[in-house]
C-alpha cells in the first residue's frame, strides 16, 4: 500500500530523539510513524582534533569528499538541540559544518530516499 507523507516533525521520546511522519495511505487512513533517529552533519576531518578541544561528541570517519576534495567525518549527536549548539560554538571557532543547516526531519527523509507529498495550486 502507499501512502503519503504530509507534515514531517520530531519530538524527543524517552530521552531519544524520534522523527514523527505523519500521512495519509492511498486507501484514506492516516498514518504515524515514530522512527528513532540520532541527528548528525559533517565537518572536514582535518578540523576533528580542534573540534574535539571545544566538546567531546560522538563521531566516525567517512570516505565522503567534500568539493574540494577533503576527507569529511560524521558528528552524531543525542538531539537537535545540541547539533545547532554544537554547529554555533564550531562556527564560532571557525570549523565549517556541513549539512548542519538542514532540518533534522527532513534529512531522515532525504536519507531514506522518502516523498513528501507537496499541494500545489
Known amino acids: 500500500m ?5 507534515y514531517p516533525t520530531y519530538k524527543i521520546i524517552n530521552g531519544k530523539a524520534c522523527v514523527l511522519l505523519y500521512g495519509k495511505l492511498e486507501n ?3 498514518f504515524l510513524t515514530i522512527n528513532e533517529f540520532k541527528p548528525y552533519f559533517f565537518i572536514e576531518t582535518k578540523s576533528l582534533k580542534k573540534s574535539l578541544k571545544i566538546e567531546k561528541f560522538e563521531y566516525e570517519e ?9 576527507l569529511m567525518t560524521k558528528i552524531i549527536l543525542d538531539s537537535p538541540k545540541e547539533l545547532s549548539e554544537l554547529r554555533n560554538e564550531l562556527k564560532e571557532s571557525e ?6 543547516d538542514i532540518r533534522y526531519s527532513r534529512i531522515y527523509g532525504y536519507r531514506r530516499r522518502l516523498r513528501y507529498a507537496r499541494h500545489l495550486g
Open 2 to 6: 502507499k501512502g503519503f507523507i504530509i
Open 95 to 100: 570549523i565549517a559544518t556541513y549539512e548542519s
Open 62 to 70: 567517512t570516505k565522503l569528499k567534500n568539493f574540494q576534495g577533503e
Open 28 to 30: 484514506d487512513h492516516s
